[in-house]
């Protein structure tokens, strides 16, 4: 049975054909085969759709059904023993997940991925398909509250350990990795306190080690940095942010080598984590502006934070292309430009900083970033406070600081707002 919307080339492992998970680098359109390997990023991520129906249509389809039929008994025995491509039930995968995974696996150079139903979703999956009790990991310290959480508050109760390195000493990695440590695990840039990480560095010490290295590439997005070509294993976004960037759904995604997302899927396939097909549906369309987008989140960002740099009521501001960034060249080295989030601490702490967050009038306050609409938020009292005080002192977390996602809007706007709610 032929199903519409399916990629033509797929992985073949033995006499197993598997296209459920495993996504191919070509399209198969009814009128010629394109190769989009070979295309520049916002043609890929423009031109790789579904296959067109019967009903010839320009834009994909939608498919909103729970489950697929089969011609016969025999049709569905082989779906379910992986002996043929037939889409079987959409918490396992289904066409929209299909053309959206594919899209990401094109744009961050990657063999297979896993659509989930957010990017939390994305990075508990992966580490429980990976991880056994036992297991220690070894992650850089400035993480994503949510993420924190389950190193501190749910490893433990597996028995699976972890260590923290300090962002801005890469080199202690080495002294942390213990024989049971399966994994490195970082963000780069970091959420909140846009730290950068060398990527080639790190996945010089995790093949040393043979241990596996996994990249949240949220901030970044494949636009402005590729994981995988610096030596990762497996990369993850949250798909709500600048992939999607106008707040609408939540995704996430996870990247990588198909062997280790072999494990992923099936981990999800069992749990279900998936992601919708309507989710899946607007993040890749979303995706065919993500470049447009981002062009001009940087734009902005850096305008913003030239312009603020060195005001008398901040401590800092602090945004990867700034030259006084701390890792101002790594960010050179390994981004296409310095994203859409600026960080600026706020002199007096967080009065001050809830003075500021109250005065703003065009921006509001949000727990999101990367929307089309310019975004603000306190850490601290919000997405980290679950984090003891020295924690977040730790990982550059201040009272006063706060992160700003720069949106679409006209920058000099973004900036007013900004200068009028910084007036006494």
Sequence with gaps: MANPGIFDVFFISGSTINRSFFISKTLKTKHQLINMKNKQFETQAIRAQLERTDYNEHSSPLFLTTSFVFDSAEDMRAAFNEESDDFIYSRYVNPNTNEFINKVCLLEDAEAGFATASGMAAIYTTFMAILKSGDHVVSCSSVFGATHAIFTKYFPKWNISHSYFNTNNVYEIEKLIKPETRFIYLETPTNPAIELIDLELVASVAKKYNILLIVDNCFATPYLQQPVKYGADLVIHSATKYMDGQGRVLGGVVVGKKELVRDIYLFGRLTGPSMSPFNAWVLSKSLETLALRMDRHCDNALYVAQQLEGHPRLENVSYPFLPSHPQHAIARKQMKAGGGIITISIKGGYEAAKK??????????????????????????????????EERLNVGITPGLIRVSIGLEDKVDILKDILQSLED
């Design 356 to 389: 500021f967050l109250d005065k703003l009038q065009m921006i509001k306050i949000s727990a999101n970033l990367g929307d089309a609409r310019s975004i603000v938020t306190h850490p601290a009292s919000s997405t980290h406070c679950k984090l003891s005080e």
